[in-house]
């Protein structure tokens, strides 16, 4: 079977940080595309970050600098380091993977097919 389940989501002050986790099962990583999205409140669903767990990224402008994805090829699971939290960054947090055929990623959410439930970050300022 092929899952995928989010954690640590919570509530943060605005200026501090999150770590999300994603917990995967049926995945070997390096053979996916990783990636973070966020949905808030009557907007669409946008990308937060994508890696190819092989050392590529790929960041939204909104998060660049702030926010890290990274993989734990080991253990399946891969991750979202949100520093510097803004309150415009409240939102419901999907991890999300897809088979990687090629070198480069998607990075829209209709490229990816697995979804995890989601995990709610909220900011206080």
């Known amino acids: 079977q092929v899952h995928l389940v989010e954690s640590g989501g919570g509530s943060v002050q605005a200026g501090g940080s999150l770590r999300l986790s994603c917990g995967t099962s049926?995945?070997?990583?390096?053979?996916?595309?990783s990636g973070w999205f966020r949905q808030a409140p009557g907007k669409e669903r946008e990308e937060v970050a994508v890696?190819?767990?092989?050392?590529?990224?790929n960041y939204a402008d909104a998060v660049k600098g702030r926010f890290t994805i990274s993989t734990d090829n080991d253990k399946n699971t891969f991750y979202l380091q949100m520093d510097s939290v803004k309150p415009e960054d409240a939102a419901v947090y999907y991890c999300?993977?897809?088979?990687?055929?090629?070198?480069?990623?998607?990075?829209?959410?209709?490229?990816?097919?697995?979804w995890g439930e989601g995990t709610e970050v909220t900011v206080s300022s």
């Open positions: 049926g995945y070997t990583l390096t053979k996916y595309c």
């Open positions: 890696t190819d767990a092989l050392g590529n990224m």
């Open positions: 999300a993977t897809v088979e990687r055929y090629f070198i480069t990623c998607p990075t829209a959410p209709h490229g990816f097919n697995n």
